[in-house]
């Protein structure tokens, strides 16, 4: 590794390999810096298993200039030899941004000088940055949630994909994500069962898709192929439904459920108990944005593109200057949006560095694709929101901040105290300084601030993070 490159892309999922591909060819040093074994993210882990060779996307992928499906994103993937003046470094954390962007990364052992069992720090200045540091899911939490066997949809994705292990022989999945119908086909496709799929959306609010069937018509097309999957294999599928508990001595054995009115609330008197060894939920998605406010970027919030997120101009720059992001940190839209927004960045680098290759009918054209990914995806962001009764209705036992051990009583008495912001709720209860960082905690804190204050997001403020903005060992900051 050097201490200096042309860019540095922070993320290696679809928007950070369609980047490196753009920006590639062009006698630019580029270091792509990534906290998983191999490239891919989240939704290409199971295909780049590679550790020398590097990934493009068939050129084809854009060419129609419609909205691409995660499906296609996947089945254009192909392993390629590394491009000259690319350097990957995978199992990496950037645990601070500073000024001119300079990172400070904590890298594996086999790059340290010497010999490391902690791994050590680098120094690295980034000419351009560009930031895709993907998201993450976000939980409405229920007694019971901590227990073992009680996971993430993406978690249980992850123990498939990276591990081939099934998150149990029986499992039940339930929340507000549009994981919920790919997790069970994966799940069947692995010879595991499906107890049931228990959604909180009714079918009406589901209709509301319909308007944008001219435009995204395969997309849907892609979503009625995965219901009819799943029929065809007799797995059952509730709507209005919702998880309040989950039930087990050392481990999940039943989950308990209530339907819920158009409104969702719990309606009195309709649970129902389900037998489960595993529960996998979630309700949508968060952006990652720990690095772009650590760095000083300015966000917005918009709960249609999934809360706060990085505020970007038309050539995704930052509010701070030769820092770009792209992908979900943007907006929570998929793959698609993804890549397309990972080429359009490293458009705008080429063309600030005097390097433009393309017409610009080609960015217009990409443009036009992003805005398309956007609006299907603001429907689907729609569908995954909770709303404020059910943070409401959480009993004051229920833990929050699983790391710190902050229950929703404690924080339920701190708001009455005046601690009404994120910050001060955060000092007032230690909620997020834990272990994990607020990785999961964090977004629920806000929501449930919003729920029990009745504020605006501008009131209670956005996140702050600071370096590290993710655990490390001490003994690598002693290394020499």
């Keep these: 590794m050097k ?35 191999q490239a891919g993210g989240q939704i290409l882990r199971q295909h780049c298993r590679v550790t020398d060779g590097f990934w493009e996307f068939d050129p084809r992928l854009e060419r129609s200039g419609r909205t691409v499906s995660t499906q296609k994103i996947v089945q254009s993937l192909r392993p390629v030899p590394r491009p000259k003046g690319i350097t990957c470094v995978h199992q990496a954390r950037v645990l601070g941004i500073f000024p001119d962007r300079q990172l400070l990364v904590h890298v594996p052992d086999p790059l340290c000088p010497g010999s490391s069992v902690s791994g050590c720090m680098m120094e690295i200045d980034a000419g351009y940055l560009l930031l895709a540091t993907g998201a993450r899911e976000r939980f409405l ?18 123990l498939m994909k990276s591990s081939g292990i099934l998150p149990a022989r029986h499992t039940l999945i339930a929340g507000t994500s549009p994981l919920q119908t790919v997790l069970a086909l994966e799940i069947l496709k692995n010879k595991g069962n499906v107890t049931a799929i228990l959604d909180e959306n009714h079918f009406a609010k589901k209709l509301g898709l319909l308007p944008l069937l001219k435009h995204h018509w395969y997309l849907a097309g892609e979503g009625a192929m995965q219901m009819l999957g799943l029929m065809i294999r007799k797995v059952r599928f509730r709507q209005g439904v919702r998880v309040t508990e989950a039930r087990g001595k050392n481990e999940v054995t039943a989950v308990v459920t209530a339907d819920l009115d158009r409104k969702g609330n719990k309606i009195p008197g309709t649970s129902q108990i389900y037998s489960a060894s595993a529960l996998a939920v979630g309700h949508g998605f968060s952006p990652n944005i720990e690095l772009p406010v650590q760095a000083g970027c300015a966000l917005d919030y918009d709960a249609d593109r999934g809360g706060w997120v990085v505020r970007v101009d038309h050539a995704l720059e930052t509010s701070v200057v030769k820092v770009y992001a792209a992908g979900e940190i943007t907006g929570i839209a ?3 949006k993804s890549f397309v927004e990972g080429k359009l960045a490293a458009l705008s ?19 036009r694709m992003q805005k398309q990914q956007r609006g299907y995806a603001s429907f689907l962001n729609q569908l995954c929101q909770v709303p404020a009764s059910a943070y409401e209705a959480i009993d004051d036992d229920v833990l929050i901040c699983r790391c710190e051990e902050i229950s929703m009583g404690e924080i339920r008495k701190q708001i009455a105290k005046g601690f009404v912001t994120t910050g001060s709720l955060k000092k007032a209860t230690r909620c997020g300084m834990g272990r994990c960082q607020g990785r999961i905690c964090q977004p629920v804190l806000f929501d449930i601030l919003l729920a029990l204050t009745g504020q605006t997001p501008d009131q209670t403020g956005s996140p702050s993070f600071r370096a590290p903005v993710k655990n490390v060992p001490m003994a690598a900051f002693l290394h020499p």
């Design 3 to 37: 201490q200096a490159y042309d860019v540095v892309i922070v993320g290696s999922g679809v928007a950070g390999i369609a980047a490196a591909n753009t920006l590639a060819g062009h006698g630019l040093q580029i270091l792509v810096i990534d906290e998983n074994p």
């Design 141 to 158: 939490p229920f007694k019971g949630w901590t227990l073992p066997g009680v996971m993430s949809l993406g978690a249980a994705q992850i």
């Design 334 to 336: 998929g793959a698609g």
């Design 349 to 367: 680098i080429l063309e600030k560095l005097g390097k433009k290759t393309g017409p610009d009918r080609y960015a217009q054209k990409l443009v």
